[in-house]
């Protein structure tokens, strides 16, 4: 059970990681990030190397974080928020349309700087992955199993296994559209500025598009039992 006090140390948890992020993305459009080291984030977040090290293993991961915070739970959200009419492949392609082109609170200049460092673009490229296990309980909420796996990881059952089959194949294909989003094409002759390789919606529709059938026939199963 949740005491009080878990829930303190957890939302100081959050605290801290927030202020890291929100440091290291500060500083990087400041100086760029290659004139930002761990120190420097670690002090303007007010903690101590050691602590930043508990929440990030380097300068690229903390400030990519400050875009992409939250990003898979408001995935998993944005999915069980669809109503039950919605088919499962539209409620899963549409929320991860949706919450991947959200430039959100930081806007353009945060992913122009992300995208046009080759580390982090990298980094941001690898944040994919997270949205595997949120994704996985909100399509097998949508699949009738609302059995949760217990601290010893065990699967849930066949719906349950089928989810997380369906989520990690998502997050690949998502990871996928992200690498063709962000790499490098031949800078502009006009202003000298690289051109991102075509639309994010269009790629991350593309790349999910053939996992369709895959979404149909999982939420087909329960209906034929």
Request: net charge negative; proline share 6%; hydrophobic share 45%.
């Amino acid at each position: 059970m949740t005491t009080r006090q878990d829930g303190l140390r957890e939302r100081k948890k959050q605290a801290t990681r927030e202020a890291l992020r929100e440091a290291a993305l500060r500083l990087a459009l400041e100086r760029g990030p290659d004139n930002v080291r761990v120190d420097d984030i670690a002090e303007a977040a007010g903690v101590s190397p050691r602590t930043y090290n508990n929440y990030f293993s380097s300068r690229e991961q903390a400030i990519v974080a400050a875009v992409t915070a939250e990003r898979e739970s408001r995935v998993a959200a944005a999915v069980a928020a669809r109503p039950e009419g919605v088919r499962l492949a539209d409620a899963v392609i549409d929320a991860i349309v949706e919450q991947y082109t959200d430039p959100g609170e930081h806007g353009r200049d945060a992913l122009l700087l992300i995208t046009t460092r080759p580390a982090l673009r990298d980094a941001f490229v690898d944040t994919a992955g997270a949205i595997t296990h949120p994704l996985a309980d909100a399509i097998a909420d949508r699949l009738g199993d609302t059995d949760r796996p217990g601290d010893t990881g065990q699967l849930g059952g066949t719906d349950r296994y089928t989810a997380r089959v369906l989520a990690a194949s998502v997050a690949a294909a998502v990871q996928v559209a992200l690498e063709q989003w962000v790499r490098p094409a031949a800078p502009s002759p006009a202003t000298g500025l690289v051109v991102l390789a075509g639309s994010l919606p269009d790629l991350l529709r593309a790349a999910l598009a053939p996992l369709t059938p895959a979404l149909d026939a999982a939420e087909e199963r329960p209906r034929r039992r």
